[in-house]
């Protein structure tokens, strides 16, 4: 009686085991096929560029004024999610070419050379010039101050350009961060970029230790846009419309006064 018991119960046992085991088959394929069928938007960006873009290494995350526009755009187009993938700046455009992303944002002027090998949504933030970042208390001379001196810039942006026409010497960096060290490190005299990013790193961290000391703008501002691969009519077409809409919004003015309200730009 006891041996029959005895089988019985082996018998329950592992018609459980295996009655579980599938369960959890099951509910693993379940995930997986809801993992596949997820809708996700991989975008370039290079975040080292506060306060567009800058990642957080402490919680793994992608944080700035692009990264949480480029959200509210994904969510306006049925994404599930967004998958940014952190990128050189002068490897961004590539990396669309190769698709290795579905779009770029990096706070990128539109330019005629660019739209040469990528396509350009509408601008997404007004007011955007490029300034000169000086040694703090320098007296203001204007861009002319800038001629045969050390000049830094972001490698990649469209101020090495600006930069070239005022001096020989220009440095080319990895980031703007880097640019303005080498001003605050005395290895180059004055650093070029634009007035959003100089305004944000001056008010947080170089206030009282850089200041700008002039725009090279000459009142005009630069158009910035979200690049897609050149010839994608219908990723082009789904972010403008989504861009239409989503500036209409109240988190889009928050988010704008977020990163660029205490900024006064």
């Known amino acids: 009686m006891k041996k029959m018991m005895s089988v019985m119960l082996a018998i329950i046992c592992l018609l459980a085991v295996t009655g579980f085991s599938g369960g959890a088959d ?5 995930l997986r096929q809801e993992a596949s069928t997820e809708k996700v938007l991989r975008v370039g960006t290079a975040s080292n560029d506060p306060p567009f873009a800058y990642y957080q290494a402490a919680t793994d995350t992608h944080i700035g004024f692009d990264i949480e526009l480029m959200q509210g755009l994904s969510r306006e187009m049925g994404y599930d999610k967004v998958e940014f993938v952190n990128t050189d700046f002068n490897q961004l455009l590539p990396s669309l070419q190769e698709g290795k992303v579905d779009a770029v944002i990096a706070c990128m002027t539109v330019t005629d050379e660019r739209r040469e ?35 830094a ?6 101020h090495v350009n600006q930069a070239k026409q ?15 060290k080498l001003v605050l490190d005395k290895q180059a005299d004055f650093a070029v970029m634009d007035n959003y990013t ?32 050149k010839g994608n009519q ?20 928050q988010i704008k006064r977020s990163y660029f309200g205490r900024l006064e730009v």
Not at 171 to 178: Q, R
Not at 243 to 248: G, I, K, P, S
């Open 234 to 253: 219908e990723m082009l077409d789904k972010l403008n419309a989504s861009l239409q809409n989503y500036r209409e919004t109240a988190a889009y003015y």
């Open 166 to 180: 005022h001096s020989e010497t220009v440095i080319e960096c990895g980031s703007v961060e880097e640019a303005l």
């Open 198 to 229: 100089a305004r944000f790193f001056i008010a947080n961290f170089y206030r009282d230790r850089l200041t700008l000391a002039a725009d090279l703008s000459g009142g005009m501002e630069s158009g910035i846009g979200i690049a897609v691969a």
């Open 26 to 30: 099951q509910a693993d394929r379940v």
């Open 117 to 151: 090998t990528a396509d350009f949504t509408a601008s997404y933030l007004e007011g955007v010039r490029a300034v000169v970042v000086a040694p703090y208390g320098m007296e203001a001379g204007g861009a002319d101050a800038m001629k045969g001196k050390r000049i």
């Open 153 to 158: 810039v972001e490698a990649g942006s469209v």
